[in-house]
């Protein structure tokens, strides 16, 4: 009943999994290439989601185990494609498999080499907050729950090697390319967070307790870092008074980021309800903003609720610059109040930076090979309104932020769009 | 006259008592919540025993009753939070007979602390965790269960009573 | 039945004549009393109304007016162009009482005036309306059966449908239960709806022609043994512009294509001799054999 | 099954992760003194490719009709250990897992004894509901590679074409005599200023000539039953009936736009428009060959006012008596009103154009662009608060017609305008017939009155009802790509089921002893998905039954039942007795 056509994904993300799954139930076999050792993307980085407080890593685990346990999805973790020749309806693509320096097959995910480990890395997942060892997981509920050594950093004591009962660490492993055939692809290869260090007037990078919205969001998960309890990064101290920055890379001509990211409207309501559950004694949140863009299902009334049920307060105005005061670390944001004309200065233990969404770096790489039209910021081109997941090349489609910022409901469904469009070149 | 009862008890085992709990928890939601639990290692006292369910809607009162009559000193329900389930409304169903259970659970001179529904999400493994403690030392203060003193003795043989 | 008064506008007699004929003899045999206009002028032209909107109404209004003065509150039309024009005219005259005072204000200087009374209707809708499909299949004598044909009901009978007031559906237009009436099939092909490019043909040659090969291919392709219009104007572009696509692309069509009344013509025994068939210039044999 | 249970006991060290904490030897050990229990061994790695040939020897070796693993989660682990015993031949249904991992090693690992003796009770309760375990058949519905797609605007469109290119007959419904719903009405569609028609005909064409779609226009539903996989519909076409079977739905119903009566004066001056009408106004098969002209004088307007958030984002203050309010946001307007500005722009350049909005909501890809643009265009933003709503007032005789005065809250000033033409950006509601169709498919509605996805998150497209799926704005208010990726999303969910033929549905449902019943219908109440219907038997005896397809095996009903008449296969009243009762009463679980 398998088709002998295949479809591949590139990108593990919530969209590249969803559009994996809604391939592969249709009887065609799925070849899912991450180049993380995980899937799950960016969303099994989120705390909880908007507008549901859903716990995101919950709802999306489940996703991330059907889709390793799928019979007709091929998973392929840590690995990239290097090569895409043919043309609609017979693609030859070239894969590089990297070698993880232990054998999935053995490995149980006891974590035993993990304990062992003597190197402690910043963990990108964290966003660079929290540790982890030179061999690991990115996080608890990774899938595969296989581990990874990062050579980078491995110093080849072997004790993971010594201490594996299921003798799954092997340092001889090396790349491996396999080639597949294909009918149809789908991108799904996401995005990446505005850098706010462009932005010197808002110190991030230099001040310690201004954070990016994804730093934050690993700060609230309990599963994080800091197990979810909120603290400076400057003192440890519980911050009291936070400020969320919205447009930071976004409507922002100057530093070329004219678009709308979409979702930061959403993400730093969210997080700042979130704040004032998590922070015990309480803590106050202010939203600066120019337009609060509530415009998703149920986004408005909970947009209405965060001010009436939680007490969030929204100032309308950008923030021209943060200062920091040298003594207590604290920030001084310096803001025009465009309702009341007034300019003033407002002091805070905690400023979050709602960074908006660009292209990421996968997006680019990809496009090294497939040449695809972009768009002035990077995101690939629809065909045209009423065919938005088509690329301009047959056979190739597309769904989630590479093709414009979105998100997460409106990323799925556009995965199941490319799902859709896909099937129909794999039969 | 339930105070008397439970007067009796406490005289009975000053002793170091443990309460033995039993645990109903929904598959989607409660159970996830209790694997959570495990996988962020939180510890919690080993009184429980966990009985998986597909859906709090489903338990029957006379489940709950039996579990006291075989010797339960407490009974956890535990299902998803409001607007939460997996079947839509089973756990506001599950609320409504518990309701009514609790005020059963009195007249028969049972402490109606035994007894606790809450809703534990599937991210909220430290909060079950909570859950447990806080009803063990309840149970601890209370004592053991007046029907529980049989389990030395005579076990209930009988089949549950048909319900019509 | 009632009178109507009959607007023949200007390309019906000028250049085809056929259709006036056809048009006269065939609502004889149907009961339809036409009274012939006098002084009209041009319709309510859409091509001016680009330029000047009052001028527009106001050359429909007068047009209008003359019905009225004819005691008549119907107005019937065989142009698809002219419909639109004056049923359009009508309404807006009709909805916007400040805009017809203005028109009146015009036409005083013509000393005419006109009261917003008349009804615009287009011929094929008087068949299926007055005369109606029952009374069409009784007067019918030719076999049609074998017929497949492929309507043409053209851009302004249509549209804007919320002025034309014409049921119009993808699936199903009034038209076809016409044709079925004749005992012809209706079959449906891809741009039976789309523009046949006529209007464009003083602007662009190059457009209307790449417009009009594109209709005739996807008319071939429904494999039909005729095509069937109520627009004169639609009429000539497939008529005389198939003969110069045929001769620009250098391909052969060969779609004959009949006017509604012709069609009626024919089904009632008139020959394609009375009906003065000789003034199309795609050959029409092979519908004729078959239905002989 | 009437054999003597034979059960294996197979106990797992998970590496350290049990063996760490809990003796488990001592718990194998343990197990071989229950009942029915014929072997009992321990494994490192139960999981791992040798402890799951451990368990298929044993089943061989010990002819045993029972597995119980006792290891880590079910949730993680039961789909694997299912297949194991199912290569052997046995049905899944009698496996079962005790969680010594989640639930005792890991959350007790300080207390090795008491964590010991807790898996041994485990272990015990396992067993105890291993013996009253029984088979159950598979249950496997045929799907009908037809699908139903309720409306023919451009989501309905979209997905029907998929549908049928991708090879299933496609019947599709439209209420009015043409597809292309509402964007078929526009002039332009923003930020690119697209011509609908342009984007809509040849889609129309190939849908009208499509082998494998059936169209109906000016048609309606008449009745519908069924479920996923068997539905049955009479479609009423004008006058004539069809009856037709399928095998999945996709509704795609679309929206309404907000009727403004009795706010902004609307319908009170013929120059105050709602967005849609100012579309068919600029329209070249508009009244007016697409001249821009005030209704009432037929003039071109010089200066006209754009108002958002109307029949949006209201409160009870923001509405007049008796209209229940809209709360949430249409998505929508506020791009829609800019593009509206820019068309006006190009039609007459020198009208004048005044925005009174709340929040400018410009999100999607473009459309940021789209209001820069705008801007430069020497427009007039006025930013208008809830608690202060713009008033309109006709002026008779005054040089401009009208004139809309609002407070700015960004200028704080209170601002007066005298305009030609007043336009109402509405909002979206649902279509009439949402509420009708419903009930008829038992999916729900949101507080919104839109259809409710399954899962807001990660389950946009899926209705609550297996085999019906959410397309376009029928799910709540979205544009034209929005819908459409909606739209081609809910048709690759449709896709899926008829694409295999069949779906399993679970075997753990609800069975009913019609003996028991009384068809008092207390579970039909109980039941969220409609599973349970009433049959007539002979001697005219109404009793209740289980539609195996449309059953979520929650359980709900048997719990609700009065006469205990409801068995919760694979959770039966026994089974769960029998674990409480060996958990509690160690005697009682033992040999």
Same mark, same amino acid.
């Given at each position: ?7 591949? %994904? ?138 990874? $050594? ?36 789908? @991108?799904? &290869?996401?995005?990446?967070?505005? !850098? ?32 979810? +309890? ?71 009334? *909970? ?125 | ?13 000053? &002793? ?33 025993? $966990? ?53 059963? %659970? ?21 909060? *079950? ?20 003193? &049989? ?14 | 039945?009632? !009178? ?275 003034? +199309? ?12 | ?56 020897? !044993? ?43 989640? +639930? ?27 013996? @009253? ?34 090879? #299933? ?197 473009? +459309? ?81 009155? #839109? ?13 609550? &009802? ?126």
């Amino acid at each position: 009943m398998l088709n002998e056509k295949a479809v591949l %994904v590139i990108g593990g993300g919530v969209t590249g999994i969803q559009a994996a799954i809604d391939v592969a139930n249709q009887g065609i076999k799925t070849y899912l290439v991450e180049k993380t050792p995980s899937v799950g993307g960016h969303m099994a980085q989120l705390d909880k989601t908007f507008p549901t407080l859903d716990c995101s890593a919950c709802i999306l685990t489940p996703k991330m185990v059907d889709v390793a346990r799928h019979p007709n999805i091929e998973l392929l973790t840590y690995s990239e494609v290097k090569e895409v020749s043919g043309t609609a309806g017979d693609f030859i693509i070239k894969i590089e498999k990297k070698p993880r320096y232990v054998d999935a097959t053995k490995c149980t995910g006891c974590a035993h080499c993990a304990i062992h480990c003597p190197v402690e890395v910043l963990n990108d997942f964290d966003e660079m907050i929290g540790v982890r060892k030179a061999i690991y997981v990115p996080f608890p509920q990774a899938v595969p729950l296989v581990y990874t $050594i990062d050579m980078d950093n491995c110093i080849e004591c072997e004790l993971c090697k010594n201490v594996c009962e299921a003798e799954a660490v092997n340092f001889d492993q090396e790349i491996e390319e396999i080639e597949v055939n294909v009918g149809s692809i789908i @991108l799904a &290869t996401g995005y990446d967070l505005f !850098d706010a260090t462009k932005l010197k007037n808002y110190g991030y990078g230099s001040y310690d307790n201004v954070l990016s919205s994804l730093e934050f969001e690993r700060l609230l998960s309990a599963s994080g870092p800091a197990g979810g +309890h909120v603290f400076r990064l400057s003192d440890g101290k519980i911050p009291r008074r936070i400020a969320f920055l919205q447009c930071v890379g976004s409507r922002d001509s100057e530093h070329g980021m004219p678009y709308c990211s979409r979702v930061c409207c959403m993400y730093a309501i969210k997080n700042a309800i979130l704040a004032k559950d998590h922070i015990h004694g309480g803590c106050e949140t202010t939203i600066y903003y120019i337009d609060v863009r509530a415009f998703g299902k149920g986004f408005e009334e *909970f947009y209405q609720n965060s001010q009436t049920r939680f007490g969030v307060k929204f100032v309308r105005g950008k923030v021209g610059e943060i200062v920091e005061d040298v003594n207590t670390n604290n920030l001084i944001v310096r803001v025009e109040n465009t309702e009341t004309g007034q300019l003033f200065e407002d002091e805070f233990d905690m400023v979050v930076l709602s960074s908006g969404l660009v292209p990421s770096q996968g997006s680019a790489e990809i496009n090294k090979i497939l040449n695809l039209p972009i768009d002035q910021y990077g995101f690939f081109e629809e065909l045209n309104r009423i065919s938005p997941v088509d690329t301009k090349i047959e056979g190739v489609y597309m769904a989630g932020v590479c093709e414009s910022v979105k998100d997460i409901p409106d990323g799925v469904s556009q995965a199941s769009a490319a799902a859709m469009r896909a099937s129909l070149k794999a039969i | 006259m339930v105070e008397a009862k439970e007067m009796i008890n406490e005289t009975e085992c000053e &002793t170091k008592f443990e309460p033995k709990l039993i645990g109903f928890l929904c598959n989607w939601c409660s159970y996830a919540g209790a694997d959570l639990a495990g996988t962020s290692r939180v510890q919690y006292p080993p009184n429980i025993r $966990i009985v998986r369910v597909m859906c709090t809607g489903r338990l029957d009162p006379q489940l709950i009753l039996n579990t006291f009559r075989y010797g339960a000193d407490g009974v956890l329900i535990a299902g998803c939070h409001e607007g939460d389930c997996h079947y839509i409304g089973g756990n506001y169903r599950a609320y409504r007979k518990y309701i009514l259970l609790k005020e059963f %659970v009195k007249k028969m001179g049972i402490n109606e602390k035994r007894l606790r529904l809450e809703w534990v999400s599937a991210s909220e493994g430290e909060r *079950f965790a909570k859950v447990v403690r806080e009803m063990v030392d309840d149970i601890k203060e209370i004592g053991p269960s007046p029907f529980g003193v &049989t389990t030395t003795g005579g076990v209930v043989e009988d089949e549950p009573e048909p319900k019509i | 039945m009632k !009178d109507f008064a009959l607007y023949l506008g200007c390309l019906t007699p000028t250049r085809v004549p056929s259709y006036e004929v056809a048009l006269r003899k065939t609502s004889e045999k149907m009961g339809l009393r036409f009274i012939e206009m006098e002084n009209t002028t041009c319709c309510s032209p859409m091509s001016i109304l680009s330029l000047d909107y009052f001028t527009t109404l106001s050359i429909g209004a007068r047009n209008l007016a003359i019905v009225e003065e004819m005691g008549l509150d119907t107005m019937v039309t065989p142009c698809n162009g002219c419909f639109e024009g004056l049923k359009k005219a009508a309404a807006i005259l009709r909805n916007y009482p400040e805009t017809l005072e203005q028109v009146n204000e015009i036409l005083a200087t013509v000393d005419k005036e006109y009261k917003g009374t008349v009804e615009v209707r287009h011929l094929s809708k008087v068949y299926y309306d007055e005369v109606g499909v029952d009374k069409i299949k009784e007067l019918m004598v030719k076999p049609f059966d074998s017929l497949r044909i492929g309507i043409r009901p053209g851009c302004h009978l249509m549209k804007p449908t919320a002025i034309t007031g014409i049921d119009y559906s993808e699936r199903y237009v009034f038209l076809d239960d016409l044709i079925k009436a004749t005992g012809a099939e209706s079959v449906y092909y891809k741009h039976r709806f789309r523009c046949c490019g006529g209007l464009l043909r003083n602007v662009s040659e190059e457009v209307t022609e790449g417009m009009l090969r594109e209709r005739l291919i996807e008319l071939k392709k429904g494999d039909i043994d005729c095509a069937v219009t109520v627009c004169p104007l639609c009429f000539l572009q497939y008529d005389l512009g198939q003969k110069l696509v045929e001769r620009k692309f250098k391909e052969k069509y060969n779609i004959p294509i009949l006017i509604y009344s012709e069609l009626l013509g024919l089904g009632m025994g008139l020959s394609a001799e009375e009906l003065g068939l000789k003034t +199309h210039r795609v050959k029409l044999d092979s519908v004729l054999e078959k239905i002989s | 099954m009437e054999e003597e249970p034979r059960i294996g006991v197979f106990v797992c060290n998970c590496g350290i992760n049990i063996g760490g904490v809990v003796n488990v030897e001592e718990v194998a050990e343990y197990a071989t003194t229950l009942p029915n229990v014929v072997v009992s061994r321990s494994s490192l790695y139960t999981c791992s490719d040798r402890g799951q040939g451990m368990i298929k020897d !044993d089943i061989d070796e010990f002819k045993l009709n029972r597995v119980i693993v006792a290891s880590c989660s079910p949730r993680m682990h039961e789909p694997t250990f299912r297949k194991v015993i199912e290569e052997k031949g046995l049905n899944k249904y009698v496996f079962e897992q005790a969680n010594l991992r989640e +639930h005792v090693s890991w959350v007790h690992s300080k207390q090795p004894e008491e964590a010991t003796k807790k898996a041994k009770d485990l272990v015990r309760m396992a067993v105890a509901k291993a013996r @009253l375990l029984e088979s159950l058949p598979q249950h496997l519905v045929d799907v009908k590679g037809e699908a139903l797609v309720i409306g023919g605007g451009i989501s309905g469109l979209t997905a029907a074409k998929s549908i049928a290119d991708r090879g #299933f007959k496609v019947h599709l419904v439209e209420k009015t005599p043409n597809f292309g719903g509402k964007m078929a009405q526009l002039y332009k569609v923003f930020p690119t200023f697209d011509d609908p028609q342009e984007l809509l005909n040849p889609l129309v064409e190939d849908i009208m000539a499509h082998p494998n779609i059936t169209p109906y226009l000016s048609a309606e539903i008449a009745d519908i039953e069924g479920y996923i996989g068997n539905y049955r519909a009479i479609i009423r076409e004008q006058t004539e009936e069809k009856e037709i079977e399928f095998g999945t739905i996709i509704v795609a119903t679309g929206f309404n736009a907000y009727d403004p009566n009795g706010e902004f004066k609307y319908g009170k001056h013929q120059n105050i428009l709602t967005a849609m009408e100012l579309h068919q106004l600029m329209r070249a098969d508009g009244p007016t060959q697409g001249n821009l002209v005030t209704p009432a004088e037929g003039k071109t307007p010089r200066s006209i006012a754009l108002i958002s958030c109307v029949g949006s984002r209201q409160n009870e203050n923001t509405v007049p008596e008796g209209k229940k309010p809209n709360a949430y946001c249409s998505r929508v307007c506020c791009t829609g009103m800019i593009a509206t500005g820019m068309e006006i722009k190009e039609k007459s350049p020198d009208a004048d154009i005044f925005v009174l909005y709340r929040d400018l909501r410009t999100h999607g890809k473009g +459309h940021e662009e789209l209001f820069t643009e705008f801007r430069q265009t020497g427009s007039t933003m006025i930013r208008y608060t809830d608690d202060q709503l713009p008033m309109i007032s006709s002026t008779q005789g005054a040089e401009y017609p009208l004139s809309v005065t609002s407070y700015d809250s960004l200028s704080g000033l209170n601002v007066e305008i005298p305009v030609d033409l007043v336009v109402l950006a509405t909002g979206m509601i649902p279509d009439d017939s949402a509420s009708n169709i419903a009930s008829k498919l038992h999916i729900t509605i949101s507080a919104d009155g #839109f259809f409710q996805e399954l899962h807001p998150k990660l389950a946009p497209l899926d209705s609550v &009802t297996d085999g019906v799926y959410l397309a376009g704005t029928a799910q709540g208010p979205k544009d034209v790509p929005d819908s459409v990726s909606q739209s081609l999303g809910a048709a690759a969910k449709a896709c899926a089921p008829m694409a295999l033929g069949q779906v399993e549905v679970e075997s753990t449902i609800a069975v009913i002893d019609e003996d028991f019943c009384t068809g008092c219908g207390v579970c039909q109440g109980s039941c969220e998905f409609s599973a349970i219907v009433f049959e007539e038997r002979d001697e005219g005896k109404k009793v209740s039954k289980v539609i195996e397809a449309l059953c979520k095996g929650c359980g709900t009903c048997g719990s609700s039942c009065p006469s205990a008449a409801i068995t919760m296969l694979h959770f039966k009243d026994a089974q769960l007795d029998a674990m409480v009762k060996a958990a509690l009463t160690p005697q009682a679980g033992e040999k």
